[in-house]
């Protein structure tokens, strides 16, 4: 089946600082990619839509110039939280489209656990 | 509004009973709804999903759910609990142009206890 991988699983930062987490597709292309963010014990909730070539949609309510995004390819989007503040700490979670054998649906990366002191 | 909704926090079931995972949803339109499974730490992993067709999806790990569109229930099901699938279950329905977004229940945590 499709994979998606997230680079780094864990990261830990100093407050202030930024942080580029990475969201691949392995074998397959991805021109649409999305970006979650789940505190713990709730759901996962959208923050943006990552399109290939072009900027991405935000969701309302999330600032795109603290998140930035970019698709740089077929398979390889990154979501940068700049000026990093402790209530940034989350897990994050990538998903790309697929279009497999006339099938079409998201495939989940691992998550990043973001934790800024 | 789009919404989905997963009334049970927990569920609590023995291993070997059948399980049942409710999800209640509120869209516009035909509904694509899925049901994922989270472990600790881990991404979401696809169980299966209802496009159109047959009321009854079969899915990964001997899970299945059963679409009823005079409810708006999306239940998922397996007949027989492992300890194994003690996690977090989402159930999800995709709206928007060309159904691209996804749309979160808030999980209900499975328990099978041995």
């Known amino acids: 089946g499709a994979v998606v991988s997230q680079h780094p699983s864990r990261v830990i930062c100093k407050s202030g600082t930024s942080v580029k987490i990475e969201c691949r597709s392995l074998?397959?292309?991805?021109?649409?990619m999305f970006w979650y963010r789940q505190f713990p014990k709730q759901s996962l909730m959208l923050m943006a839509t990552?399109?290939?070539?072009?900027?991405?949609?935000?969701e309302q309510g999330v600032e795109k110039d603290k998140f930035l995004i970019n698709h740089a390819s077929l398979t390889l989007s990154t979501l940068t939280v700049t000026s990093a503040h402790p209530e940034d700490s989350s897990f994050y979670i990538c998903?790309?489209?697929?279009?497999?054998?006339?099938?079409?649906?998201?495939?989940f990366g691992p998550g990043t656990r973001l934790t800024v002191l | 509004a789009q919404s989905v909704a997963q009334p049970e926090d927990q569920v609590n079931v023995a291993e070997g009973n059948p399980l049942t995972v409710k999800c209640t949803y509120s869209?516009?339109?035909?509904?694509?709804l899925f049901w994922y499974v989270q472990y600790p730490n881990r991404g979401l992993q696809f169980l299966l999903k209802?496009?159109?067709?047959?009321?009854l999806v079969k899915g990964s790990y001997g899970f299945e759910a059963e679409f009823n569109k005079s409810q708006t229930s999306f239940h998922l099901k397996k007949p027989s609990a492992l300890v194994s699938d003690s996690a977090l279950y989402f159930c999800?329905?995709?709206?928007?142009?060309?159904?691209?977004?996804?749309?979160f229940g808030s999980g209900t945590k499975l328990n099978v206890k041995p």
């Open positions: 999800a329905v995709r709206v928007g142009y060309n159904f691209n977004k996804f749309y």
């Open positions: 990552s399109n290939e070539g072009s900027k991405a949609t935000y």
């Open positions: 998903s790309a489209r697929a279009e497999l054998a006339g099938s079409d649906t998201q495939y």
């Open positions: 209802y496009i159109t067709g047959d009321n």
């Open positions: 869209v516009s339109g035909n509904p694509y």
């Open positions: 074998d397959f292309q991805a021109t649409t």
